[in-house]
Every structure is written in C-alpha cells, then in structure tokens.
C-alpha cells in the first residue's frame, strides 16, 4: 500500500512558478513509478509528466513539455513536479500517482493516487 499527499499547489500569476510536492508512506516507495497528472473542471483527467522509480527516466506530456520538471528523492518518499511559465490553461486539480510499473500516460494504470492539489493560475 502506498498513500500519496500532494501539497504547494495555490493561485498564482501567469507566468509565474510553483513547485509541487507528493509526500508517499510506506517502505517500498522506492520501488515505484510514480506520475502526475492534472483535470480541469469539465475536462478528462490527463497525464503531465512520469518519472521511472529509479529516477533515471522520465516522460513529458507535449503540452508541457520545456516547462516542467519531474524530480523524486526516494531518501524522502517525495516526488515533486516544478511548473514553470505557468499558463491560465494551466489550470486546474494536479494529482500524483503510483504504478509498480514503467511510465505510462494513461490513468488506469496506476494502482494509487493522492487527493489533489489545485493550481489556480490568473490572467
């Protein structure tokens, strides 16, 4: 079992940056891939960006692709997600999860997810 709490996620200017954070319990977080992804109001759930549970391999989704990095310290059970020149379309509830698995874009994949953290960016 792994629980995930995402948190940093706030109102912000466009073009500003926001760090977030996926704080993960258990022993075998290490042993994860883990992936963000991100649903605006109204729309499907999509996937961001995905990091390999070694960390030595990620995955971007296009539409974010030069504006965000993905980032684990498995010392800290932490994944983080930094979103930089934030956009209003940016905008919406950012979730993390976790697969046993490689990177994959698709949200059934993974096995858990955190709650979410909402990025509110203004024009």
């Known amino acids: 079992q792994v629980q995930l709490v995402e948190s940093g996620g706030g109102l912000v200017q466009a073009g500003g940056s926001l760090r977030l954070s996926c704080a993960a319990s258990?022993?075998?977080?290490?042993?994860?891939?883990m992936g963000w992804f991100r649903q605006a109001p109204g729309k499907e759930r999509e996937f961001v960006a995905g990091?390999?549970?070694?960390?030595?391999?990620?995955y971007y989704a296009d539409s974010v692709n030069g504006r965000i990095i993905i980032s684990r310290d498995n010392a800290k059970n932490t994944v983080y997600l930094q979103v930089n020149s934030l956009k209003p379309e940016d905008t919406a509830v950012y979730y993390c999860?976790?697969?046993?698995?490689?990177?994959?874009?698709?949200?059934?994949?993974?096995?858990?997810w955190g709650q979410g953290t909402q990025v509110t960016v203004s024009s």
């Open positions: 999860a976790a697969t046993p698995d490689y990177i994959s874009t698709l949200a059934q994949s993974y096995d858990y």
């Open positions: 258990g022993r075998t977080f290490s042993s994860y891939t």
């Open positions: 990091i390999h549970w070694s960390g030595g391999s990620t």
